[in-house]
């Protein structure tokens, strides 16, 4: 994230420069909505309680209880409460600017730790982030140091703040980018299922098709599907056979066959399972319901 729309790219890395708080505050909102504005500041809009909606741009955020929002400098934001349902906040807002009596700088920060590093090279204009208690716990402190005019303390409560909130930053970049790729894989195995559900598939085969150790696929196919493989597997047929027994007069035994299972036996336990009737109860019960249909 750019936290400077001038001075990032050379100065902040080049020079002494250090974090300073423009703006803070407690507040509990109701029915309230916010003209888009922007500031020259970098805010943090931090949900203590209840909920609300922050657009940004063309979007529409809804934060609740822990979450919170850093917004880089001159992006138009406003806030949005409900009415009858207050949402209670804490927002900090601050710069960047030179002063070499404190230390450490941003550039001496960027030197130590390469997250932060990462971070201040993040492109995307606003964060929205949910928190573990210690974003609030740090803010908290910012706060009442400022109170006390403690102009050192709170340097050094915003340099762990940034730093706080580039773990968190960077970590959820990483895993939105796991979970992309995980997607990937999870479409191929269900491309493969749907092509191969006729067959006698097992996990080992479908793994095998995407390139996968099986014990990964079941557990990121779980992730994203909600069902393990073989629960899908057999949904998918169920749904297969319960198309068979009403539009077809296929016997029971071959519609097993047709929908990738040997036994009979087996496939009525299955299918039970999921509709709760028996294969010979559905295609009964849906021959009386088409007929009724007709009648009327």
């Known amino acids: 994230m750019q936290m400077t729309s001038s001075i990032f790219d050379h ?21 309230y909505e916010m003209d888009f504005h922007t500031h020259k500041e970098v805010e ?50 601050f710069t960047f600017i030179s002063n070499k009596r404190y230390s450490p700088s941003i550039k001496d920060l960027v030197k130590e730790n390469q997250i932060l590093a990462q971070f201040l090279t993040m492109k995307e204009t606003y ?38 909130i580039a773990r968190m930053a960077i970590s959820s970049q990483e895993l939105e980018k796991e979970d992309q790729q995980a997607n990937i894989y999870v479409n191929q195995a269900l491309e493969f299922i749907h092509e191969h559900y006729d067959q006698d598939i097992k996990v080992k085969d479908i793994a095998e098709a995407v390139n996968l150790h099986p014990g990964y696929l079941q557990r990121i196919f779980k992730k994203m599907v909600h069902m393990s493989l073989i629960e899908y597997v057999n949904s998918f047929r169920m749904e297969k056979a319960k198309m068979l027994l009403v539009d077809t007069e296929i016997p029971i035994i071959e519609i ?36 009724k249909w007709n009648k009327s």
């Not at 928190?131 to 340099?159: C, F």
Request: proline fraction near 3%.
């Open 127 to 164: 964060l929205v982030l949910k928190d573990s208690n210690q974003i609030y716990h740090t803010l908290k402190n910012i706060v009442l140091e400022s109170d006390k005019k403690q102009g050192m303390m709170v340097h050094l409560l915003l340099s762990q703040l940034l730093i706080q």
């Open 11 to 31: 100065e902040l890395n080049n020079n002494a420069y250090v974090p300073k708080i423009n703006a803070y505050y407690f507040k509990q909102w109701e029915g």
């Open 44 to 93: 943090i809009m931090y949900v203590m309680d209840g909920k609300c909606t922050v657009g940004v741009l063309t979007d529409a955020l809804v934060l609740k209880k822990g979450d919170f929002i850093l917004l880089d400098t001159n992006v138009p934001h406003r806030l949005i409460v409900e009415t009858g349902v207050p949402c209670r906040m804490l927002n900090i807002e």
């Open 256 to 291: 097993s066959q047709y929908v990738g299972m040997n036994s009979s036996q087996y496939f009525s336990q299955v299918f039970k399972k999921y509709t709760k009737q028996t294969p010979v109860d559905y295609r009964r019960s849906s021959v009386r319901t088409i007929e």
